[in-house]
């Protein structure tokens, strides 16, 4: 069984950082594409970032690029957002998921972790 588990929300200032964490268990995270989605009150669910392949490949939203940074470390099975330049409308929930193809659905899914950006 797969799980994941974010940490590192919280409320921040406009112009501020976080960097939240997803630690993998279960099945290490090599074989999977990793995402970040998150989730703003009354929107859709947007995919911000992917991380897939062993040298760590990634992918961003236009809404995000420039600003996040996601990496991850395999000996840690952890999954890492950096988020720089946080503006108010990133403000969501944030999730961590997880994937074996990119034409499937994110098999495995965190719980989720609060980010409230204040102007």
């Known amino acids: 069984q797969v799980q994941l588990v974010e940490s590192g929300g919280g409320l921040v200032q406009a112009g501020g950082s976080l960097r939240l964490s997803c630690a993998v268990s279960?099945?290490?995270?090599?074989?999977?594409?990793m995402g970040w989605i998150r989730q703003a009150p009354g929107k859709e669910r947007e995919i911000v970032t992917n991380?897939?392949?062993?040298?760590?490949?990634?992918w961003y939203a236009d809404s995000v690029e420039g600003r996040f940074t996601t990496s991850k470390d395999n000996a840690k099975n952890t999954v890492y957002l950096q988020m720089d330049g946080l503006k108010p409308e990133d403000t969501a929930v944030y999730y961590c998921a997880a994937k074996t193809s990119w034409f499937s659905a994110y098999e495995y899914w965190g719980q989720g972790t609060q980010v409230t950006v204040s102007s």
């Open positions: 991380i897939f392949g062993s040298g760590g490949s990634t």
């Open positions: 279960g099945r290490t995270l090599s074989g999977y594409i």
